[in-house]
């Protein structure tokens, strides 16, 4: 469950350190310890990216 989303949330680490992993929850409504346990839903994927693009600037696919 929530390999997508677990995914996003090292996307942003990786990109922009804690800093934009912490806005990522902020953006989104959902640490990554709620993501892990929470089902990859289109929903939820669209509002990740969309959080993402803000975030880094740039498209990222999950």
């Known amino acids: 469950m929530g390999a997508k989303l677990i995914k996003a949330f090292e996307t942003a680490k990786a990109e922009g350190g804690m800093k934009a992993q912490m806005r990522l929850a902020m953006k989104t409504g959902l640490s990554s310890d709620k993501a892990s346990g929470t089902p ?9 990216e ?10 990222v696919n999950l």
């Open 40 to 48: 990859d839903s289109p929903e939820l994927i669209q509002k990740f």
């Open 50 to 59: 969309a959080a993402l693009k803000e975030i880094l600037g740039k498209s």
